[in-house]
C-alpha cells in the first residue's frame, strides 16, 4: 500500500467493508490519496470498485470502517449532510453523462452554481467560461439530445468542475465512447482537473483509460490486490 503524508491526503478511506446481503462487497479496504493526484481503481466486475468508489464519493455509507475528506468525516455524516457535501465538494462524470435532458449545456453547466445560491447571471457567465475553456464555444444553448457523445461528456466535465469541487469521481467515463473519442475525453478530463488541482478518482475496466491516471489501484475479491504508481507525468 502506498503510504503518504497525512498532510497531503485529500480523501481517506480506512478499513471500509461494505456487503449487500450475503455478498461482500468490500472487506476492509483503506486507501489514502493525497490532494490533486489522478487515480484509476480497476478491477473484475463484481470486484468492488464501484462500491469503493461510492463510499469514498458519500453516496453510499460502508457498514464499517471511516472515510474523511481532508481531515472531516464523509462516511460518518447524516443523508442530508453528505448529499450536501457531495453538492459542494465533489464534482461527478458518469459514463453517459446523467446531464437533464431538457436543460441547455450551459444550465446543465450552471446547475451545481445555482444549487449553491450563486445569482443566474453569475452562474451562467462561469458556465460558458467553462464551455469556451472545453471547446464548446457557442454550443451553450445544444440540449444534451444535439450534443455528439464526446461533446456531452465535455458538458458533464465542466459541470464537475464549474464550482471548483475537491475531488472529482468518475465512473466509466468513456464507457459509451469509441476509442478515438474516448482518448480526448480522458486528455481533457485529466488536464482540467490537474490545472484546478482538484483530485481525480476514476472507475474503469480499460488499461489506456487507467494510463491517463498518475496511479492504479486494483481490486480483487473485495480487497486491494496491487496499488502502484505509474509513468505517467501530473498534468
Request: hydrophobic share 45%.
Amino acid at each position: 500500500m502506498i503510504q503518504n503524508e497525512p498532510s497531503r491526503q485529500a480523501l481517506s478511506a480506512h478499513d471500509l467493508s461494505k456487503s449487500y446481503g450475503a455478498v461482500r462487497a468490500l472487506a476492509g479496504v483503506s486507501i489514502d490519496i493525497p490532494h490533486g493526484q489522478s487515480v484509476a481503481v480497476m478491477g473484475p466486475s463484481g470486484s468492488g470498485k464501484s462500491t469503493l468508489l461510492h463510499c469514498l464519493s458519500g453516496i453510499l455509507a460502508p457498514d464499517s470502517g471511516a472515510v474523511t475528506l481532508g481531515g472531516d468525516p464523509v462516511s460518518a455524516l447524516k443523508d442530508k449532510q453528505r448529499s450536501l457535501l457531495r453538492r459542494r465538494r465533489f464534482g461527478f462524470v458518469f459514463q453517459d453523462g446523467q446531464l437533464l435532458p431538457e436543460l441547455p449545456a450551459r444550465e446543465n453547466v450552471a446547475l451545481p452554481l445555482l444549487l449553491g445560491g450563486m445569482s443566474r447571471h453569475e452562474a451562467l457567465a462561469a458556465a460558458d467560461l467553462w464551455l469556451v475553456k472545453l471547446g464548446l464555444a457557442g454550443m451553450g444553448a445544444r440540449r444534451p439530445g444535439e450534443l455528439s457523445g464526446g461533446q456531452a461528456q465535455r458538458v458533464a466535465i465542466a459541470r464537475a468542475l464549474v464550482h471548483g469541487p475537491d475531488v472529482v469521481f468518475a465512473d466509466e467515463p468513456t464507457g459509451a465512447l469509441d476509442q478515438a473519442t474516448g482518448h480526448e475525453v480522458m486528455q481533457i478530463l485529466t488536464t482540467t482537473t490537474a490545472m484546478t488541482g482538484a483530485t481525480l478518482v476514476l472507475v474503469t475496466h480499460d488499461d489506456a483509460v487507467a494510463d491517463w491516471c498518475q496511479r492504479l489501484v486494483e481490486i480483487r475479491d473485495a480487497i486491494v490486490h496491487d496499488d502502484q504508481m505509474l509513468a505517467r507525468d501530473p498534468r
